[in-house]
């Protein structure tokens, strides 16, 4: 029997790992993902794949987004794009937590004196601290 979102319930067949990539979020676009696939930034059980290569539940895949690796094990084979909720339950995320952002402490010039109200309003807007529009 076929659910409307892009999956057999009882399918044992696998899907393309750039419409799985796509369908499950992890790239913007299924180009993007194929890309990805070619460049070898998508790896299937610790081997480098081809864009054409079938994932099936229980597959551990690895896709690297810039400085970070992304490693999911998928639990659903998707056809079809799905929406973020239900993408999310397509896979299990066992990727480590990002890297803390650094967040450069503000220099003074040497002899510029205590802030003004002003200029530790944007201090703050710019940590994140305060209010993100004036009011």
Do not use: F
């Not at 802030?115 to 944007?122: G, V």
């Amino acid at each position: 029997m076929t659910t409307t979102k892009g999956t057999s319930e009882g399918d044992t067949g696998g899907v393309r790992v750039d419409a799985w990539v796509w369908s499950v979020r992890l790239a913007k676009t299924r180009s993007a993902a194929a890309t990805a696939c070619r460049a070898g930034q998508v790896r299937v059980n610790g081997q480098r794949v081809k864009p054409a290569h079938t994932v099936r539940a229980g597959d551990e895949v690895r896709v690297r987004q810039g400085d970070r690796e992304r490693i999911v094990v998928v639990r659903r084979a998707l056809r079809k794009r799905v929406g973020a909720p239900v993408a999310v339950e397509a896979y299990v995320d066992n990727s480590p937590p990002p890297p803390p952002r650094v967040v450069p402490a503000g220099i003074r010039d040497r002899g510029a004196g205590r802030p003004t109200k002003r200029d530790r309003r944007e201090l703050d807007r710019l940590r994140g601290l305060g209010p993100s529009s004036p009011s």
